[in-house]
């Protein structure tokens, strides 16, 4: 029964690292056809924990160790792993999606020369500074009624904004990982993965269905703004949970 424990202790440790390491761009992971182990993973994920935690804590129960050490040792790695791959090393976690404070092009505090997407919509405009979205690589806003999702994958260097709608109801997104170092999202209410280069849902229910795109465009924020002298611009502030930034010079 203590080599049942241990290994079971094992299997969770792996199972935790496995469950980041094919959505994340780690050495090796992105070079695989692993999304649908990965999906698996994730959807499953309570049941191999649950599932390997009962025979862990069964086997320890009935080993009856005269030291405490070994398992207690084996408890602490499991559990600094699995926090730290859950709660540090998750992309959500890494990259968290703000809300950009957005005002008239007289406030811009963005550099001239900094690139940006650009969109327009019913008449409105606005510029989203490119090295600020290559951080957290989605923003949500609202242009001309529409309310839209900006997205930039660092990696592969696409920009592409879409209309965060699922069966024509508006849907929010998490940044869940990478898949062939392409930004992937996971909408709320299905659970699917939609890459970032093109709007496909690659796993999970809606698999092969495509978020409608919007036409944007990439360009200094000097010349945005000679084809769109009205357009908002990034004011320098940005709310992340709750809380407002500091301006941010970019």
């Known amino acids: 029964m203590k080599k049942i424990f241990f290994l079971s202790i094992f299997l969770l440790v792996l199972f935790e690292i496995a469950n980041v390491y094919f959505i994340m761009p780690m050495p090796g992971s992105q070079g695989m056809n692993s999304i649908g182990l990965a999906y698996f993973f994730y959807s499953w994920r309570w049941v191999f924990r649950i599932g390997l935690g009962i025979v862990a804590l069964f086997s320890l129960w009935q080993s009856r160790f005269k030291r405490p050490w070994g398992p207690a040792i084996a408890l602490l790695i499991w559990g600094c792993i699995t926090y730290s791959f859950n709660f540090q090393m998750t992309a959500e976690r890494m990259f968290i999606q703000p809300e950009l404070v957005m005002k008239a092009a007289r406030e811009n505090e963005v550099a001239l020369k900094r690139l940006v997407i650009g969109v327009s919509h019913n008449g409105e405009a606005s510029a989203y500074p490119i090295q600020f979205m290559a951080y957290h690589h989605q923003v949500r806003d609202v242009v001309g009624g529409q309310p839209i999702m900006v997205t930039y994958c660092n990696v592969c260097r696409t920009g592409r904004v879409f209309e965060p709608k699922i069966a024509g109801r508006n849907e929010n997104f998490r940044l869940v990982g990478m898949n062939h170092f392409n930004a992937m999202f996971e909408d709320a209410s299905t659970k699917s993965w939609w890459r970032q280069e093109n709007g496909e849902a690659i796993a999970g229910p809606l698999k092969g ?42």
Do not use: D, F
């Not at 495509?210 to 320098?236: D, I, R």
């Open 209 to 250: 269905q495509v978020l409608p795109e919007m036409a944007c465009a990439q360009m200094t924020l000097k010349q945005w703004l000679k084809y769109h002298p009205n357009s908002k611009s990034y004011a320098g502030r940005y709310h992340l949970r709750g809380r407002i930034q500091a301006p941010k010079k970019l």
